[in-house]
């Protein structure tokens, strides 16, 4: 028979959230500093970013 999980405290919650809101918006800002970067690299060739 299925027996249910022990229920997750919301400090233990909140602190996974956490920790995988900060991840996500390390991920972000790498993203968007690339893009920058190869934005950059294009308009200095004169071509223009189509994507």
């Known amino acids: 028979m299925a027996v249910p999980k022990k229920r997750r405290s919301k400090s233990k ?3 996974k959230k956490q920790c995988w ?3 996500a ?3 972000a800002k790498i993203a968007y500093s690339l893009y920058k970067s190869v ?3 294009k308009s200095a ?3 223009i970013l189509s994507e």
């Open 13 to 15: 919650k909140r602190l």
């Open 21 to 23: 809101r900060k991840k």
């Open 25 to 27: 918006e390390m991920q």
């Open 39 to 41: 934005a950059k690299e």
């Open 45 to 47: 060739t004169g071509s």
